[in-house]
């Protein structure tokens, strides 16, 4: 059954049941209802079609942060370069996992550095490469070192707890990823491609092995795979240039189970713990489908990028593959109280405004409940891109015109969602 969620407390309903706004004393407004659709095929798997929000405008966030950390003169402590992170731990303390500097600072609700754990190093409590904080489900900070294979925890105030070598425990090293914490403890990890894609591949989307791990056992399990990006390969087994091909946000961990974006459809999809899909999210509505005059201008910019790229490299690169669709989705992650947001891909039909190989992730987030019931849709400033979402707070990073990066923290306002039973 859906789980529709209000602030501070859930509300169960029926399969058909959708999360629609509280509108005072008065009924619902009944015409979103038709918004959703929840059928199963016939292997059980759960298919919800979402024509539009059903709750839309009933979340906002603030126009101006409450809270903004970035350089100012020579206080190195505020002058970040790749962020891996942003998280809201203890009373009003903001913990950012900084990666040019291989520090994790902690500031107050004002704004001041008040500790730093990490720097460069093999030591406790040290990182060589950090990649990301990772959820642990308690309330401390736990930080994957990629390079190192190794998880460090660290307390609410910083201090060092421990660490914990995956390396020695599984062989995880570089190309994999720590997505999260299950809901019986485990680790979630996100593994290299087992194999190549074979020869005349594609464009495809290829698949992400995804694994969960118990500590003391000798390897972890396997559950499958689930969507990752796209690929091709020519007849030669060789890879081939896809365009466009974003770079998607890795599957994130929700108490049922594994979300990922579906590469070249507007679907999202729940891997449940077992391993098996157990629901697949789908849309109707804008079109990200390319014309014949948008393809050929793709190809032709492309080709103008490798004409300076010496010719027995560009005889291979220009071998490229061009999709008929633009992306639909950028990112995601799922805040403090199960809602899963998606970031939306911003929808340039000009390759020149791309970032990399595609667009480029836009300011607008749908969020849904753990059944895939699009609640409603969320405007950010352009240029941040959200990290956390914690109780009414939305923290991440800001980006300026020359890439220097600010840490913010917004407020969000959540309106009470009812369910509505048809």
Avoid at 106 to 116: I, K, Q, R
Avoid at 221 to 226: Q, R, W
Avoid at 271 to 299: H, N
Avoid at 374 to 396: C, K, N
Wanted: charge should be negative; include cysteine; proline fraction near 8%.
């Amino acid at each position: 059954m859906p789980r529709i969620t209000l602030r501070g407390r859930d509300c169960r309903g029926p399969i058909l049941a959708l999360a629609i706004l509280a509108t005072g004393c008065g009924p619902a407004d009944r015409s979103s209802v038709d918004r959703t659709s929840v059928m199963r095929d016939s292997a059980g798997v759960a298919i919800i079609t979402n024509e539009g929000p059903v709750a839309p405008g009933s979340w906002t966030i603030a126009d101006e942060p409450e809270l903004v950390i970035g350089a100012e003169g020579d206080r190195s402590a505020q002058t970040f370069f790749q962020v891996r992170g942003v998280a809201r731990v203890g009373s009003g303390i903001t913990a950012v996992l900084d990666g040019g500097s291989s520090e994790l600072r902690y500031f107050d609700e004002t704004g001041e550095l008040v500790g730093v754990a990490g720097g460069s190093g093999d030591g406790p409590g040290e990182f060589r490469n950090v990649t990301a904080i990772v959820d642990d489900r308690a309330d401390s900070l736990v930080v994957f070192d990629q390079w190192a294979g190794r998880l460090s925890v660290f307390a609410p105030d910083g201090g060092f707890v421990r660490s914990r070598s995956l390396t020695e425990a599984w062989g995880v090293g570089l190309g994999w990823n720590v997505l999260g914490t299950s809901p019986d403890g485990r680790l979630v990890l996100g593994g290299p491609l087992v194999e190549p894609p074979p020869p005349g591949f594609g464009p495809d989307t290829t698949g992400f092995p995804v694994y969960l791990a118990q500590e003391g056992a000798e390897a972890p399990d396997s559950l499958g795979t689930v969507p990752s990006n796209i690929s091709a390969s020519d007849l030669q087994g060789r890879p081939r240039p896809v365009l466009p091909n974003p770079v998607l946000s890795s599957p994130v961990v929700a108490d049922s189970g594994i979300w990922a974006s579906v590469p070249m459809r507007p679907e999202l999809m729940l891997v449940g713990w077992d391993g098996s899909v157990e629901r697949v999210v789908r849309f109707t509505g804008e079109s990200r489908m390319l014309g014949t005059d948008e393809v050929e201008r793709i190809a032709s910019w492309y080709r103008d990028r490798i004409a300076a790229v010496p010719e027995a490299a560009r005889s291979q690169m220009s071998e490229v593959a061009i999709l008929p669709r633009l992306p639909d989705f950028a990112a995601l992650l799922v805040d403090d109280f199960g809602h899963l947001w998606v970031q939306e891909a911003r929808n340039d039909r000009d390759p020149e405004l791309w970032q990399l190989a595609a667009p480029s992730g836009g300011s607008r987030w749908r969020v849904f409940d753990e059944e895939g019931v699009w609640l409603t849709t969320v405007e950010v400033d352009p240029g941040f891109q959200p990290f956390s979402v914690d109780g009414d707070w939305v923290s991440g990073v800001w980006k300026g015109p020359l890439d220097e990066e600010e840490v913010r923290v917004y407020r969000l306002a959540r309106a009470q969602l009812v369910s509505f039973s048809r």
